[in-house]
């Protein structure tokens, strides 16, 4: 019926829309659109250049991304999906587009030029249902097969024909012949969004591990950061066009916890120092290699897997309190065997040094790289001492970077998403492991211990349990159930940043009427304690860095309850590094 609340499960890249006529019929997507905005607002793009040289120069290579997305393509549709392949061709030839044409060409090479489109179509797919194309769809066509002649230039006289037969021909053909175009290109279309799937999400995203907080469904291994500006042009973007969008950071189907990718964000506030260790650990661990296994590219993913997923730290807080192992998941010995899955199907998804169908010599990476990882666990070993450190060193960051994530994912325009479990912090990777059991009881203590006058001193200082995300969570909830016309309707509007650190804070308010919502987070916190020489995110010093109000009001912090009088960055911050002003 016409009240019913639908949104769909499309991916998009980072520069596609969704087609403007779906809003007839849909609210938005699920929210991987959202989550890649986060994910990359959250990564600071000075990490990009060392990141980037010391991948290239660990691996040997410096193949372009394009190139990586087609290979990897071409590699899953001739060796997985040839059946998928053929029938395209057979469907070609059974709906008579070009017969003559087709016999002069010769199967073999019409069947090529086909799979060359499945593997140069740079979107998941496109979605017209007529022929002629719409231009939009014509112009990307042209580009896939002006790319293809360049490439391989011995497929010219296919190409022409397809060219021919969904270009050229429709805008004169009968009725019927139109028909029968448009089913082979309907056809077409369904065959990419798989190829993208598996080629991409399931095998590039396992093998390009320059960083992997960006390879994660909706994301693109090579973005690295979106300034500010750009995301508040999305923002009022999704607003005008998809308000009821959902806003998600974790779903079924994500390569890892919203709280995971919060953690490996601050890495690239802290390049050098990351990098740095990152080449101490290889030279503590080579002894743990077998015959050279596992090579550096699958080394360096297990260093990033392992710091993202490992539960919150002991000793980085003021009690030293670890999150509940039923929170997050990444209790020791438990650990253990989740992390030993986690590698073995990510070698599987790669396919790299391990087939899909197990083939010849796949046991011995596979039992050579899990006993790498196991001994990485090894807490009597020099590497566990430095990486326990380390991981106190960026846990602070990463929680605050969680906090925006849950503001954002609340406060910005569309409808927040709550995957399962994710109120508490949520180190989970990849499914199956992010399907386990929530603990709903704990939470239900958690709400019911909070009052109406929290302790924010004590919320702060056991912050490695959960329950401040989850008193973020149930604030903003509440406050978006109390205010339904502010966030479905309210205009998203950008503030600006004063003062001597307003790169390192981004502010935007929502108004609907007389209501007045502001909204202030911090960015890159990491690279601003280092400049300050503190590892302390309370112990910043602002200065006079502010938010410029939208209007001469009396402000209330929705968090705390307390009036604002002034918009100094400092005591906004104080009792979180979050604040929402009403």
């Not at 390569?255 to 601050?266: C, P, Y």
């Not at 209501?515 to 960015?523: A, K, M, Q, S, T």
Request: one cysteine or more; proline letters at 6%; hydrophobic letters at 35%.
């Amino acid at each position: 019926g016409p009240e019913a609340y639908v949104v769909v499960e499309k991916i998009q890249q980072a520069d596609e829309s969704l087609p403007p006529n779906w809003a007839e019929t849909i609210q938005g997507t699920s929210g991987y659109d959202f989550l890649a905005q986060v994910n990359n607002l959250l990564t600071d793009p000075t990490g990009e250049q060392p990141f980037t040289q010391f991948f290239e120069s660990m691996v040997g290579t410096n193949t372009p991304m394009p190139k990586r997305i087609r290979d990897r393509k071409a590699y899953i549709l001739y060796q997985h999906m040839g059946g998928e392949l053929n029938n395209l061709l057979d469907h070609f030839h059974d709906l008579k587009l070009a017969e003559d044409g087709a016999n002069a060409v010769g199967n073999d090479s019409l069947r090529l030029a086909i799979g060359e489109v499945l593997i140069h179509c740079p979107v998941y797919r496109y979605y017209a249902n007529q022929l002629p194309l719409p231009d939009n769809e014509t112009s990307a066509m042209r580009t896939i097969f002006s790319a293809i002649r360049a490439e391989k230039p011995d497929l010219e006289h296919a190409v022409s024909l397809l060219e021919d037969a969904l270009l050229l021909k429709p805008p004169v053909a009968d009725d019927d012949y139109r028909d029968r175009a448009r089913r082979f290109y309907q056809r077409l279309m369904q065959f990419t969004g798989p190829l993208m799937a598996k080629g991409v999400e399931d095998t590039l995203m396992y093998t390009y591990n320059r960083f992997i907080g960006h390879n994660e469904v909706g994301d693109a291994p090579d973005r690295f950061g979106m300034p500010v500006a750009e995301f508040h042009r999305a923002m009022q973007e999704r607003q005008a066009e998809w308000p009821l969008s959902m806003n998600g950071l974790s779903t079924h189907d994500t390569k890892r916890g919203e709280d995971s990718r919060a953690r490996l964000n601050v890495l690239t506030a802290l390049p050098n120092e990351w990098l740095a260790e990152v080449r101490e650990w290889q030279t503590l661990n080579a002894d743990l290699k077998t015959k050279g296994k596992p090579d550096a590219n699958d080394e360096y993913l297990l260093y990033q897997s392992l710091l993202a997923n490992y539960t919150m730290p002991t000793g980085a807080s003021n009690d030293s309190t670890v999150a509940d192992p039923t929170e997050d998941g990444s209790d020791q010995p438990d650990f253990a065997q989740r992390f030993d899955s986690y590698i073995q199907k990510a070698l599987h998804e790669a396919k790299r040094h391990v087939s899909e169908v197990h083939g010849p010599g796949d046991d011995d990476y596979i039992e050579a790289t899990k006993a790498f990882g196991q001994g990485l666990l090894t807490k009597n070993r020099p590497f566990w001492k430095r990486f326990e450190t380390f991981l106190k060193r960026v846990a602070d960051f990463g929680i605050t970077n969680s906090l925006v994530q849950v503001v954002l994912k609340n406060t910005c325009p569309g409808v927040p998403d709550l995957y399962q479990g994710a109120e508490g912090w949520d180190l989970s990777f990849v499914d199956p492991d992010n399907r386990r059991p929530v603990d709903f009881a704990k939470r239900r203590k958690w709400l019911n211990e909070f009052g109406p006058k929290p302790d924010f001193a004590d919320l702060w200082q056991n912050r490695f349990s959960g329950r401040v995300k989850l008193f973020v969570t149930h604030k903003l909830l509440q406050l978006r159930k109390n205010n339904p016309d502010l966030f479905a309707a309210g205009e998203y509007i950008p503030l600006t940043v004063e003062g001597p650190f307003s790169e390192y804070v981004m502010a935007f308010t929502r108004q609907h009427s007389s209501d007045w919502l502001v909204i202030v987070v911090p960015l890159f916190l990491a690279r601003l304690c280092n400049e300050q020489g503190i590892s302390d995110v309370q112990a910043i010093d602002w200065q006079d860095t502010r938010v410029v109000m939208p209007e001469q009001r009396q402000w209330t912090s929705v968090m705390t309850g307390g009036e604002i009088h002034e918009a100094l960055i400092q005591g906004l911050f104080k009792e979180l590094p979050v604040a929402v002003l009403v």
